[in-house]
């Protein structure tokens, strides 16, 4: 079983930027193809950020972090990124990234269910200050 593994998180000030990473414990493609970056304030539902369909490289964003936030991998190390530019005190909370496997590229949206992944790792936490 692959496992994840989450970095990156920092405080920060409002304006700055960050980059989150995900390394997997193996290779995860042969089995999954949906990444998806999640983010959790504590009393709220989780709430997918950014995803990514491993099979091409299509990316899929939520509309408040459009323009700012950025989800990309580097294959040969086993590692999906998230660099978060323009950080809002909003964006504070643990970062998570997942594994699925979906039926359809389409299905790889940052809308999906969070249940629905079935690897996660520990997460990072994220602290914007204005």
């Known amino acids: 079983q692959v496992q994840l593994m989450e970095s990156g998180g920092e405080s920060v000030q409002a304006g700055g930027s960050l980059r989150l990473s995900c390394v997997a414990s193996?290779?995860?493609?042969?089995?999954?193809?949906?990444l998806g970056w999640f983010r959790q304030i504590p009393g709220k539902e989780r709430e997918g950020a950014a995803v990514?369909?491993?099979?091409?490289?299509?990316?899929e964003y939520v509309d408040s972090v459009k323009g700012r936030f950025t989800i990309s991998q580097n294959k040969a190390s086993n590692t999906v990124y998230l660099q978060m530019n323009n950080l809002k005190p909003e964006d504070t909370g643990t970062y998570y990234c997942?594994?699925?496997?979906?039926?359809?590229?389409?299905?790889?949206?940052?809308?999906?269910?969070?249940?629905?992944?079935?690897?996660w790792g520990q997460g990072t936490q994220v602290t914007v200050s204005s």
């Open positions: 193996s290779g995860y493609a042969a089995r999954w193809n949906c």
């Open positions: 997942a594994l699925d496997r979906v039926s359809l590229p389409g299905l790889c949206l940052p809308s999906r269910r969070s249940s629905l992944f079935a690897v």
């Open positions: 990514l369909f491993l099979n091409n490289g299509h990316t």
